[in-house]
């Protein structure tokens, strides 16, 4: 555990129960939500490759505009 961790928990060891369970909560939460959000981006890496290598092929085509005009 990090020092900055054991800090953290110190300081929330000293609140009531209540609010320590509001702020397990949302850690745990907040945990929850990253590992869904490292899980669906790990399965598209092959989707995204595919995108990425047609957007390359139609930029190479001249198919492709820019967005913006370029600044001088």
């Given at each position: 555990m990090t020092r900055e961790?054991?800090?953290?928990?110190?300081?929330?060891?000293?609140?009531p129960g209540p609010e320590q369970d509001a702020i397990t909560?949302?850690?745990?939460?907040?945990?929850a939500d990253d590992r869904a959000w490292d899980e669906v981006f790990?399965?598209?890496q092959d989707s995204l490759a595919r995108?990425?290598?047609q957007a390359r092929?139609?930029?190479?085509?001249g198919r492709v505009r820019?967005?913006?005009?370029?600044?001088?």
């Open positions: 961790l054991e800090r953290a928990i110190a300081e929330v060891e000293k609140l909560a949302m850690i745990l939460a907040q945990l790990a399965r598209s995108l990425a290598q092929e139609e930029i190479a085509a820019p967005l913006r005009p370029r600044r001088p």
